[in-house]
Every structure is written in C-alpha cells, then in structure tokens.
C-alpha cells in the first residue's frame, strides 16, 4: 500500500485539516468530507475533493481516515444511515485516528470485518503543532498485517509509529497517555496553588523546578498558563474530561482502581459544571484554588 492509492478523511478539523493537507504533500490523491463546508476550503484549494457524505466518499476510496470527536461521531460516519460502512469495498482499510473507548474501536473493526475492512484504532499524541509538522506520535491496535499495509499512510502524517497490539490496544495506550498528562495536569494545580496558598510566587517556583527532575514537556507547555491564568484553549478541558471518562471505564473493565486518574477526572468535571469546557485544561489550577 503505498502512493496512487486514494485516501479518505472524514474529519478536517483542527488535526484532521493538517493532517490532510499532509498526505496531499506526500502525494496522495485526498477525498475530504466535513459537515461544514467551510472546513474544506483549503483542502480544495491544495487539491483534494470534497464528497457530500462518508458513504459517497467510502465508495471510491481505498483507505478512509477517521478523525473526530467521540464514540457517538466515530459510530455514526461508520456505520449510520450514510456512513462508510454502507458503501466500502471489501479489501479497503479504515484507520481511525480519533481517541474513543478501547471497547468501541474493538466493536467496530468486528463490524468492518464482516465486511472484510480491516479496520485500525489509531490515536495520536502531539496536537496541532504535532499535526501541521507532521510529526505525530500513533499509537495503533488492530492486525500485524493491516498496521504494515498502513505504514506509508501513517509515515505521512506522523514521526513515531508503534504497533501496540490488536484491536483497541492503539486506544489502550491513547487512554494511558491521557492518564499520565492529566494527573500531571493536576499535580501541576496543586503545586502551584500550595506556592500560592504559602506566600510565594508561583511563577519563581516554576522558574526553580522546570530544570530538574519534575522537568516535562507537560510542565513546559502549561506550567506558565497555569501561572499567567492564561485559559485560551489550546486543548479544550472538555476533551480531556472526555479522555479521562474513558480512561475510567478502562479500568473499570480491567479491575483495577486509578484513584488518581478518579481525582483528577473531580477536577476537569468542575470545570465543566463551571462552563469551563472550553478553556484551556491549564484552568483546573483555578478549580483546585477555589477547593482551598
């Protein structure tokens, strides 16, 4: 698998637009198709084409490209009414970059398989910058073989590709990172907001700590928003309220307790009732300096 071959992306939004514009470069032939007409505009302007419906755009492609919010949005350009389970060719791949629950990537690569799709779960880490440079992290579940026929696809539109395992692995590791990047997110608050509490300026304990050992690129990125109150969204709190949703069913699933993931999910779900959903996930240092 490899160039000529035709690439659906169902999904051109903030990731999915770069991403897109990204396998036009490395010259594959792009079907797009966006709910708002909008989005595609400058798909259409890099050369790709635009279909009224997934259906429509599943019928001519030979791998489709998922990239959207939820279960509920991967479920419906899959396998609703219009959607790309009704018209794609036996022998065709869907890869599906959006981050959803191991349960429903697994449920939907059965489904396509029926069809004979085989169908990856391939969540990516990185965001926008990651996206539009073209350097994504992808973690992918789903067959050997199927991983292998994607990997020139995938090499457009990422830097680091691991094979995690079958189906729903890919969503598994996705739902690990999360973990990891919200508890950060949230031991982050605290330690600010102890700083704070305590009399010192939490802009010089930042300035002590992001050099040695706590360093990440997590504390990089978001210590100085957290610092500065700056809570223009650069990923929206809901998302990963909505990541850590799934990182607790995970569990659930598996039998084991996360309660640091069960805190943190208190914290993004305050913000949300806040209506916060949409600042920035640095605002929960202002949820946890409220609980003081």
């Known amino acids: 698998m490899g160039e000529g071959l035709r690439i659906g992306v169902i999904g051109v939004g903030v990731m999915g637009r770069p991403m897109a514009l990204n396998l036009l470069r490395a010259g594959f032939p792009v079907a797009a198709y966006a709910r708002r007409a909008a989005a595609v505009e400058?798909?259409?302007?890099a050369g790709a084409q635009v279909f009224a419906s997934p259906a429509a755009l599943a019928a001519v492609c030979d791998v489709?490209?998922?990239v959207v919010t939820a279960d509920a949005d991967v479920e419906q350009v899959l396998f609703g009414p219009d959607g790309v389970g009704t018209t794609i060719r036996p022998g065709s791949l869907v890869i599906d970059h959006s981050t959803i629950s191991p349960a429903t990537a697994?449920?939907?690569?059965?489904?396509l398989g029926r069809q004979s799709v085989q169908m990856l779960d391939a969540p990516v880490s990185g965001g926008e910058a990651g996206a539009i440079a073209g350097t994504l992290s992808i973690m992918v579940g789903g067959a050997l073989d199927a991983f292998e026929r994607a990997t020139p696809v995938l090499s457009?539109?990422?830097k680091t590709l691991v094979h995690v395992g079958d189906s729903g692995a890919g969503q598994i590791a996705k739902a690990a990172n999360q973990l990891a990047i919200c508890v950060t997110l949230q031991g982050m608050a605290e330690a600010f907001c102890l700083a704070q509490?305590?009399?010192?300026?939490?802009?010089?304990v930042l300035e002590a700590v992001r050099q040695g050992p706590a360093a990440s690129r997590i504390l990089d990125v978001m210590g100085p928003k957290m610092v500065s109150g700056d809570s223009r969204a650069g990923v929206e709190s809901r998302l990963h309220w909505k990541d850590l949703r799934i990182v607790l069913e995970a569990a659930r699933r598996a039998g084991v307790a996360l309660p640091?993931?069960?805190?943190?999910?208190q914290t993004f779900s305050a913000l949300q009732k806040s209506g916060g959903e949409r600042l920035d996930s640095s605002a929960i240092v202002e949820v946890v300096r409220r609980s003081r």
């Not at 400058?42 to 302007?45: I, T």
């Not at 697994?106 to 489904?111: E, M």
């Not at 640091?260 to 999910?265: L, Q, V, Y």
């Open 42 to 45: 400058s798909l259409v302007a």
């Open 64 to 66: 489709v490209i998922t």
């Open 106 to 111: 697994r449920s939907g690569a059965l489904r």
């Open 156 to 158: 457009a539109v990422g």
């Open 197 to 204: 509490a305590s009399g010192v300026d939490p802009a010089r």
């Open 260 to 265: 640091a993931a069960a805190i943190a999910t």
